[in-house]
């Protein structure tokens, strides 16, 4: 049976998502069910009893070609390592579909292993750069004007001053950077941010601990002067860090030395195409066509 979670079940969902993502931060675990978890967005298999897979679809509105059309993104899909093979999770992923081609325009999933979900619609539209970032490979200069913990209002400020470079973004709002600096801390992480002469934000980047090294999955930047700024400030915490960015940035330049390597990122599936087409004056019969009507590059660097 497929069905959603009562509230009294939560805790078996969370079982679930705990024994199918190991290595994950306890501490973001518990911060997403806290914040993002909502029975209604949540579908279970139920075999016997007993909550055997899970999958999640976290809605969203999305700018594209300077329009909000309404998507979600599928994740957390899971099934408990003994009931796998059993076909359970591709009956989730069809009932949950249905729902979206009912509701939305667009669908969108994250992950490294594209193949897994061809079968059901969905094409890689979106893929991120990773440089790997040693001390010796930046300038270094002085971290005059980097402060941490920026306000909310000024990380949405810069962040909506970056995103007119790109299409095909997630439309956040105030309470998104409320939500988002209690993330980045969940992961024991912190954000820098890079102000000018003027007191201005021009720039921040958040920052999560990964061993020796320090991850930056999310940099915001208006110039080269906030860039070096902020990976300099990043530098300063660990002699190493991994950067990530859309693969539209092309960092090669400013970091010739970094190694660098980009993977698949995000997976769209077109729900309508005739609607589609119908929005933008465009005929479009697949996901790749409707995604090549932008003149400027995707940024979807967002995982929920």
């Known amino acids: 049976m497929i069905t959603k979670p009562t509230p009294e079940q939560l805790n078996e969902v969370k079982n679930v998502w705990k024994q199918c993502f190991p ?7 518990d911060f997403f069910f806290r914040q993002y978890y909502k029975e209604e967005n949540c579908y279970v298999k139920v075999v016997k009893g007993k909550i055997v897979s899970v999958l999640m679809r976290n809605p969203h509105a999305m700018m594209f070609n300077s329009r909000p059309i309404r ?16 076909g359970y999770m591709h009956e989730l992923m069809k009932t949950v579909l249905d729902a979206c081609e009912h509701t939305e325009l667009i669908t969108l999933i994250q992950t490294e292993k594209p193949v897994m979900y061809e079968q059901f619609g969905f094409r890689t539209i979106y893929r991120r750069t990773e440089y790997k970032l040693d001390r010796k490979d930046v300038k270094r200069i002085t971290n005059f004007g980097c402060a941490y913990e920026p306000a909310p209002i000024d990380m949405l400020k810069v962040y909506s001053a970056f995103i007119r470079r790109f299409n095909g973004f997630y439309a956040r709002d105030l309470e998104y950077f409320v939500k ?88 769209a599936r077109l729900n309508d195409p005739a609607l589609f087409g119908k929005m933008y004056n465009h005929r479009v019969t697949n996901v790749k066509e409707a995604f090549a009507i932008g003149s400027r590059p995707l940024n979807l660097n967002e995982s929920a």
């Open 23 to 29: 290595e994950e931060d306890p501490r973001y675990t």
């Open 71 to 86: 998507i979600s993104m599928i994740m957390g899909v899971a099934t408990l390592p003994e009931y796998r093979k059993k």
């Open 180 to 267: 988002y600096k209690k993330e980045i801390a969940a992961l024991g992480g912190k954000l820098v941010a890079f102000y000018d002469g003027k007191n201005q934000i021009r720039g921040y980047a958040a920052m999560i601990p990964q061993g020796d090294a320090l991850r930056v999955d999310e940099l915001i930047y208006l110039d080269s002067m906030s860039l070096m700024k902020l990976v300099n400030a990043c530098l300063y915490e660990k002699n190493t860090i991994s950067l990530n960015v859309s693969d539209a940035e092309d960092l090669s330049k400013v970091f010739p030395n970094a190694q660098k390597k980009t993977v698949p990122s995000t997976m």
